[in-house]
């Protein structure tokens, strides 16, 4: 998956002229901002565009005229662009690329508002950036079992199945029970148990890492669907009425503005993934079990020959990876819906695509997980008001964004040395 | 296969792995000459040697049968009927061996009977059709599981057949009833635009890989959620969708661009196997015979020696990606110019592309291996069918089994310690050509 660090293949060599990275970047946005002057700002209406800081018309707004609101976004974009083509300092480059994105999305937002059917050019802050959380979670859990994994060393193609898995076993057990709390120990043990066949195959048997997860994705998929048309179909009242983890408010902080509603009126799956990106960025880069996960990852042979047991981290954290993912399939079945056949429909993998994207940390991958989450959200939205851009568009974008990631135009993306290489004692 | 191979002395070994194994053949059949006296054994006594010892056909054929041992039991834990009597099984055992075996049995027999023969058929017709099933079943799968196989053998991991199939099928599907065409023409120019549809959506990856570096699996993966979101834009645009009808269904494809079918209109097996067989023989050939084949062989076991020896590495990975494509594309023709429908909708492709993989690595990445591989799904899936309306017993259990069935075969040093199978002669499969990211 290394844009650069390719060992063993032939890659034409990147001539670093005049062109570097950061110039084609600039050369990018400068092409977007332009795009945002001329078309948004055309196609932009002279109505207002109100941003509501609450979930529906009512309440305090941002308001700002289409057209401006097109003009005056595009613009930034298009200097942001301007200033990395000219040559940027390196450490002003993350900066300065982040506020010509957000300006294009704002200009193309303002357009879009502006010509929204009458009494619906409003756009609701609140439920954005809820929606935007709600449907990153999924992702956020995904692409910290692909931190966990990939770190140490096994390639994780099979979230899609620890997801499904999860939110199957999450389901079941949680309706023979009738407890959350079995059904959330369940839909770890679930997703645990594909991570076991995938450590398993792929650290005793030596079966190629991608492979087996390309494949453990299908049984998922087989089992759970065989399952719950053998069993939750005829009789959802047994088998398929989990109970749901109601939202949790948390005093003081959801009153805060658009992000207290959003934010701290959520279910307990909002906050343990927030809490896990938390604590595994310090596991991983603060402690010993981080330190030696790395070193695995990197140069088992290294970390062997200093006693690290390789093999027992590996499949340790391999197990870890699939309870996360467990868990965050159980974001949907035990808070959202009932379990439907097939229901985690690829998240597991945009939520790869995150890992990726996010350059395999964990603070990378939930930034990721949210972009992609909005990029989602705003399909909803713009669907909901009637938009000229179709919404299958919009849903190409996260997995646009990503191969424009791994093609290097927008970063450099590295995997960790010995990602997908098995070890072999010797 | 590759025993006949490696075992005449006019052909190099493909791979180091091969190289190996052949030495260590080679000691195998040594050692016992130096000590036993030497009497050759007959024909019947090695055939029976050879049956348990773990070589392809008998890993493959034990994979099958441990596959089916967990579908059956995956059958008996999720009836109710047949758990319940498993509740007194102290009391009476016999009631819960013999409701469990009624299940099981039943259900790989309309298995059997849905895939092979159905030995209460009456007439022709009836006779014919599990085989028609099964073949139109088989002819696709033939298709996405070459494009993998191909791939695999220049060193690349195809993931992306389904989103190939999918780009194929559009430009099938639009060829076929945009285009105003004479009979026969027309199916072939609609068959070709599948290849050609297929080819682009394989070269974007192809030629990304060779430029940047960027790793073909992920941005396959990614490019086939592009395929399908962008098939479920365009068929309900004007022009595509089917003015008659309001749900997502394009206009049918027409009669002159539909592949004829083999056994009469009554049953469904198409051309498209006919082209699978001819798809297999020139991917075959491709492989084993031309200079290009030699080059993807060689680029796929070890890309830095390949560029010493002159090979463009970057041309081969494009050009393999670009024949995986137009293959994958291929398959997915068949699934609008030969199916009964003959119209594109959101689910027009089903899994063939993802089923692909499991076929090509069934197949042990050869051609005619796959072409069996592929058969063999098509069986199961032609007997799912009628699994699931005879016996009530999901499709989805067809998805379990050929996942199992693969996961054994991966791994065929578990389906060895399981049926303490005699040392491997040659039981690695060659599926561990992509490594890593």
């Known amino acids: 998956m290394s844009t650069m660090a390719v060992d063993d293949v032939a890659v034409a060599p990147v001539n670093e002229g005049f062109w570097t990275r950061a110039r084609k970047t600039g050369l990018v946005l400068t092409a977007l901002g332009l795009l945002a002057v001329l078309l948004f700002t055309t196609l932009a209406a002279s109505e207002p565009a109100r941003f509501t800081l609450s979930e529906d018309a009512s309440g305090a707004a941002l308001k700002i005229n289409g057209t401006v609101g097109a003009a005056l976004f595009g613009v930034v974009a298009l200097a942001a662009g301007v200033a990395i083509l000219a040559g940027l300092p390196k450490r002003w480059f993350t900066l300065v690329l982040g506020v010509g994105l957000v300006g294009f999305v704002v200009s193309f937002l303002c357009w879009q508002v502006s010509t929204a059917p009458a009494g619906q050019n409003f756009m609701p802050l609140v439920n954005i950036v809820r929606g935007t959380f709600i449907l990153a979670l999924p992702l956020i859990f995904g692409a910290l079992a692909g931190v966990l994994c990939e770190r140490s060393g096994v390639v994780n193609v099979a979230i899609e199945g620890q997801l499904l898995m999860g939110a199957f076993s999450g389901a079941l057990f949680g309706s023979l ?34 492979v087996m997860g390309i494949v453990l994705n299908l049984l998922a998929v087989g089992i759970t669907g065989f399952l719950y048309e053998r069993l939750m179909q005829p009789d959802p009242a047994k088998y398929n009425s989990a109970p749901h983890f109601s939202n949790w408010e948390i005093p003081l902080l959801s009153e805060i503005p658009v992000l207290g509603p959003a934010l701290f009126a959520g279910n307990i799956f909002l906050y343990l993934g927030l809490l896990l990106v938390l604590v595994i960025h310090i596991g991983l880069f603060r402690t010993r079990w981080g330190l030696r996960t790395r070193s695995v990852g990197e140069h088992p042979t290294a970390a062997d020959t200093l006693g690290v047991r390789v093999l027992r981290l590996r499949y340790r954290n391999v197990l870890l990876a699939g309870a996360v993912a467990g868990i965050g399939g159980a974001s949907y079945t035990l808070a959202l819906f009932s379990f439907t056949k097939n229901m985690i429909g690829g998240k597991g993998f945009i939520a790869l695509a995150a890992l990726i994207f996010g350059r395999w940390s964990p603070t990378g991958a939930l930034l990721a997980a949210l972009f992609f989450g909005f990029a989602d959200q705003l399909a909803t939205y713009l669907s909901a008001i009637n938009s000229a851009i179709p919404s299958q568009f919009l849903a190409m974008l996260p997995y646009l964004a990503t191969i424009l990631a791994v093609a290097g135009l927008v970063g450099r993306v590295r995997a960790p040395a010995a990602d997908g290489k098995p070890y072999i004692k010797g | 296969m590759t025993n006949a191979e490696s075992g005449s002395p006019d052909k190099e070994p493909a791979t180091a792995d091969q190289a190996a194994r052949m030495a260590v053949d080679n000691t195998e059949r040594a050692e016992p000459t130096s000590q036993q006296p030497p009497e050759r054994p007959t024909l019947g006594r090695l055939f029976v040697a050879n049956l348990w010892a773990a070589n392809t056909f008998t890993v493959t054929l034990l994979s099958l049968v441990l596959a089916m041992i967990v579908g059956g ?126 080819a682009v959506w394989g070269f974007i990856p192809g030629i990304l890989k060779a430029r940047t570096g960027a790793h073909e699996v ?85 890309p830095a020696a390949s560029r010493t020896a002159g090979i463009s590495v970057t041309r081969t990975y494009v050009l393999v990606m670009v024949f995986a494509g137009a293959l994958a594309g291929l398959g997915g023709s068949q699934m609008v110019l030969g199916t009964t429908a003959a119209a594109l909708t959101p689910l027009v492709v089903a899994q063939i592309g993802f089923d692909g993989i499991l076929v090509a690595l069934l197949g042990r990445v050869k051609p005619w291996g796959v072409l069996l591989a592929a058969l063999l799904f098509g069986a199961l899936q032609a007997g799912g069918n009628r699994m699931q309306s005879y016996s009530g017993v999901s499709l989805e259990l067809v998805t379990v089994l050929q996942a199992l069935i693969v996961i054994f075969i991966a791994a065929p040093a578990l389906v060895k310690a399981i049926f303490q199978l005699r040392a491997a002669r040659a039981a690695r499969p060659q599926t561990s050509l992509a490594k890593g990211w």
């Open chain 1, 177 to 210: 029970s009738g407890n959350l709390w079995v059904g959330l120990v369940a839909a770890a043990v679930g997703g645990t148990f594909i991570s076991l066949l995938l450590a398993v195959f792929a650290i005793r048997y030596l079966v190629d890492q991608v």
């Open chain 2, 73 to 198: 039991i995956l059958m008996i834990v999720s009836d109710p009927d047949v758990l319940a009597t498993f509740s007194y099984i102290t009391a009476r055992p016999a009631d819960a061996l013999n409701a469990s075996w009624t299940l099981v049995s039943e259900a790989y027999g309309n298995l059997f009977k849905g895939a092979v023969l159905d030995p209460d058929a009456v007439g022709l017709t009836a006779a014919l059709s599990p085989i028609s099933e099964t073949l139109t079943y088989t002819a696709p799968l033939v298709f996405t599981g070459l494009s993998v196989a191909l791939a695999f053998r220049g060193g690349l991991f195809n993931i992306g057949a389904q989103g190939q199939a999918t780009m194929g099928v559009i430009a099938a599907g639009l060829a076929g009833f945009l285009l105003p065409l004479p009979a026969g023409l027309h199916l072939l120019v609609a068959v070709f635009a599948g290849a050609v549809g297929g």
């Open chain 2, 218 to 302: 992920i941005n396959t993966i990614m490019l086939n959620y592009v395929a399908g979101y962008f098939l479920v834009w365009l068929i309900v645009q004007n022009g595509v969708q089917d003015p008659n009808r309001t749900n997502a269904i394009s206009r049918p494809v027409d009669a002159s661009a539909q592949l004829p079918r083999l056994f009469g209109d009554n049953l469904r097996a198409h051309a498209g196997i006919i082209l699978a067989v001819l798809a297999t023989w020139a991917v075959a050939w491709l492989l084993n015979r031309s200079t290009l084949g030699f080059e993807l062989r060689a680029v796929g076991s070890n």
